[in-house]
């Protein structure tokens, strides 16, 4: 699912793949390259490796990554229709030595079962709006009998007709927009162009200011630079996004909750009861459409209703020759048709192990495999092509006599797309293992998607997660002495680490307090157009445009295995709790401007929450001077105790029932906004407080936050 977030990294943003219109906020928060200056900045040139490292690096061989990216982008993997790929990885990362098993889930699903959309004009002519990518001859797969159609996961069966009105980019504010300059909307049809928030949120949107339906389509003008509009040949001619291209995807109402919507809590066995699942999953249908079928629905309601500039949102009109009127327009109306078919069917996640000297201490690595298309090579394919690698690269170095200290548990979800649900419900099933035992884990989605380095992590992985970048020679680096550190710094901004938001399946773990990062590289601005979602995100895409040779994905698996290798064998975790003081601190400040933006300085009080800080601050330092003082010594025992403390502090933060009204969501300093669903809020509980008016719910999370971040100070302390 995961939209990499390589342009708005920072707090609060609207998170897209290719979002650039988004606005940045302004924040506290420091870029690494940055935060770093005093430290050792110098990048090396040729990096320094170990001759474990070098081992495990030049393993990676673009050949294999080719041949692995080829086999997933040849296979249906929609859940509950894959356990052919899934034996397949099973296979696969037994060779490299891991011990593999599928694990079975019993999911609740939906599937299309017919689709269609049509417009009735004033005059009573009638047209069918196009719902079908064609084949192309140039990309086998797109052909390939077993394709599956245009639509949404989860939206509801309906069959509606009515006047239809354009409400940007579908967020609670659009909507507040029109509702402010009277534009109907009740009864009628909501058309919105994708990006910003989660899809699903635009549908519950749409469906909490009373329209009976909803499209989506996607806009060209978060495409950047490649456009046919600017010129440029559409794929598979060239790199600009095919017009018939349709975002497929789940419409789950992800910031409420994730996984199995009719097993909230605990994991989805065959034969368990289930809850209803209308809390999180839409009660009218929604279909998403292509910027060809989209132009003339907006065209069609040029000037009438409230015009692009009354309207006065920042992301709203696009790139279509349309005016991006509001509508509705008298008498022009649409008739969605979707039937879809809900199903309870087995998923299937693939688990490899290879145990550790330390039982009690895990990192587990996660990708998921499901895909809305028999291709998929950008999402995930890319991620599991890397994966397959990385166990064949541990796998040598298990040759060469190589014992790992903590146990690596590697992991294929399934379901990820329709919200999480595979890796949710491992969570939920190894909750007291995971708690007791692991140390991080560390999330690949679209591995690759194009050149620009993504990466978000809890902020105690930041620094390890920056310096590894300087171990990895950048493709066609050699020619310039770049690392990916160089790359990621410069196409990045300046070397920001994202905040997880959620979006992928570290949202899980992050949610029982366990160090998380996901990493990956996709597209710019001047980038060929990677085809999110669509049957054109294909091999064919992939080996012409996305990543022709395969070295980007050669990179990024060097760079995970590299970052997984520290994680498993340092003697001390490389984890910098003192970090996590210094971005609490950025949040913090954020959180003040936050409030006094909504003008509530006098109703909040923050100095229990600063205090904590610094109180943890203060145990953080603690931590870390024991930790040197372990290591003088070389104790074992004292340094196992240090391990132990890194391991397990951000269990402190989770906070037992949940943030208000979402019991699943518990860190008590990140989670994904309410109405953003990609994009993460720091504070949750207060900020969100704050953002819709509930000030004593945001003065009781001030209390609350402070509390989680005192039982965090109270693991570290020595
Ligand atoms: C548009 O919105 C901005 C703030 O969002 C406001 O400052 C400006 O006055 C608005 N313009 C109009 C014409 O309403
Ligand atoms: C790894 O450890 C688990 C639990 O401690 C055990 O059940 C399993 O048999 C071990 N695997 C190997 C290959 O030793
Ligand atoms: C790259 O580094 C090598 C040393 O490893 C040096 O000989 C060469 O001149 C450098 N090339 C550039 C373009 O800086
Ligand atoms: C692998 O990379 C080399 C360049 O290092 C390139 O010449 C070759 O075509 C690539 N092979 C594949 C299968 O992509
Ligand atoms: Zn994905």
């Given at each position: 699912m995961s939209l990499l977030q390589i342009v708005a990294l920072a707090t609060g943003v609207s998170a897209c793949?290719?979002?650039?219109?988004?606005v940045k906020r302004h924040t506290h928060r420091q870029p690494m390259s940055l935060a770093k200056?005093?430290?050792?900045?110098q990048v090396q040139w040729p990096p320094v490796l170990t001759e474990r490292e070098t081992l495990l690096a030049n393993a990676f061989d673009n050949i294999t990554i080719d041949e692995w990216s080829d086999y997933y982008g040849h296979q249906d993997k929609l859940a509950g229709r894959g356990r052919e790929a899934a034996q397949w990885t099973a296979d696969r990362w037994a060779e490299g030595g891991f011990e593999s098993r599928l694990d079975e889930y019993h999911v609740y699903l939906s599937y299309p079962v017919s689709q269609s959309l049509s417009v009735t004009y004033p005059d009573g002519r009638t047209e069918d709006v196009n719902l079908v990518e064609p084949v192309l001859?140039?990309?086998?797969?797109?052909?390939?009998?077993?394709r599956l159609p245009t639509f949404h996961g989860y939206s509801a069966s309906g069959d509606v007709s009515g006047e239809y009105f354009y409400a940007g980019q579908g967020s609670k504010e659009d909507f507040s927009r029109l509702q402010e300059l009277g534009v109907e909307m009740k009864g009628k049809i909501a058309l919105v162009r994708y990006g910003g928030l989660f899809r699903g949120l635009k549908v519950k949107n749409a469906q909490d200011f009373g329209a009976i339906g909803a499209v989506i389509f996607t806009d060209p003008?978060?495409?950047?630079?490649?456009?046919v509009a600017n010129g440029y040949e559409a794929y598979p001619d060239g790199p600009?996004?095919?017009?018939d291209s349709v975002q497929k995807g789940s419409c789950l109402f992800l910031s409420t909750r994730p996984g199995d919507p009719t097993t909230p809590g605990y994991p989805s066995k065959e034969g368990v009861p289930r809850a209803a699942v209308d809390d999180v999953t839409p009660s009218i249908p929604s279909i998403p459409v292509s910027y060809a079928a989209a132009q003339p629905l907006l065209r069609a309601l040029n000037?009438?209703?409230?015009t692009a500039d009354e309207a006065n949102?920042?992301?709203?009109?696009?790139?279509?020759?349309?005016?991006?009127?509001s509508g509705p327009a008298p008498g022009v109306t649409l008739r969605l048709d979707n039937q879809m078919d809900e199903v309870i069917a087995p998923v299937w996640n693939v688990i490899g192990t290879i145990n550790g000297t330390n039982a009690d201490e895990t990192i587990v690595i996660g990708n998921h495999r499901d895909t809305?298309?028999?291709?998929g090579n950008g999402d995930p394919n890319s991620g599991s092509a890397i994966l397959v690698e990385l166990a064949k690269a541990f796998g040598k170095l298990a040759e060469s006599g190589w014992k790992p200290k903590r146990n690596i548990v590697l992991a294929s979800w399934d379901a990820e797309e329709y919200g999480l649900i595979g890796s949710v419900e491992f969570v939920e099933e190894h909750a007291s293992w995971l708690t007791e035992t692991a140390v991080a884990y560390l999330n690949i989605d679209?591995?690759?998607?194009?050149?620009r380095l993504g990466l978000s992590a809890t902020p105690e992985l930041a620094n390890v997660a920056s310096d590894i970048f300087k171990k990895v020679i950048a493709p066609n680096g050699g020619l310039f002495n770049e690392t990916l550190y160089d790359a990621w710094v410069r196409d990045t901004s300046g070397g920001e680490v994202g905040v997880l938001g959620s979006g992928s399946d570290y949202t899980a773990f992050v949610h029982y307090g366990i160090s998380s990062l996901d990493i990956g590289a996709g597209g710019g601005p001047k980038d060929p157009v990677w085809h999110y979602?669509?049957?054109?995100?294909t091999y064919h895409w992939m080996s012409t445009f996305g990543d022709p040779g395969f070295l980007q994905h050669a990179a990024v698996g060097q760079y995970l295995a590299l970052l997984a290798l520290r994680l498993v064998?340092?003697?001390?975790?490389?984890?910098?709790?003192e970090h996590y003081a210094v971005e609490m601190r950025a949040y913090r400040d954020d959180l003040t401007d936050v409030i006094t933006e909504y003008g509530a300085e006098n109703d909040i009080d923050l100095a229990e929450l600063s205090d904590a800080i610094e109180a943890f601050a203060e145990s953080a330092a603690e931590a870390k001077a024991l930790e040197q003082y372990a290591l003088t010594l070389g104790d074992e025992e004292l340094i196992s105790v240090v391990n132990h403390k890194y391991r397990d502090f951000?269990?402190?933060f989770i906070s037992q029932g949940g943030l208000p009204d979402r019991?699943?969501?518990?860190?008590?300093?990140t989670a994904p906004g309410l109405d953003t669903g990609y994009a993460a809020v720091t504070f949750p509980g207060i900020t969100e407080g704050v953002q819709y008016d509930n000030l004593d719910i945001a003065q009781e999370w001030v209390s609350k936050t402070a509390k989680a971040i005192l039982r965090s100070a109270e693991i570290l302390k020595t």
């Open positions: 793949a290719r979002d650039f219109l988004a200056r005093n430290q050792e900045e001859e140039a990309d086998d797969v797109t052909g390939w009998e077993d003008g978060d495409d950047g630079e490649n456009t600009a996004r095919h017009p000037g009438h209703g409230v949102r920042t992301v709203w009109a696009g790139a279509l020759d349309a005016d991006y009127s809305w298309m028999i291709g679209v591995g690759v998607s194009g050149p979602h669509s049957n054109y995100d064998d340092d003697e001390v975790l490389p984890l910098d709790v951000q269990r402190g019991e699943f969501y518990r860190h008590a300093i």
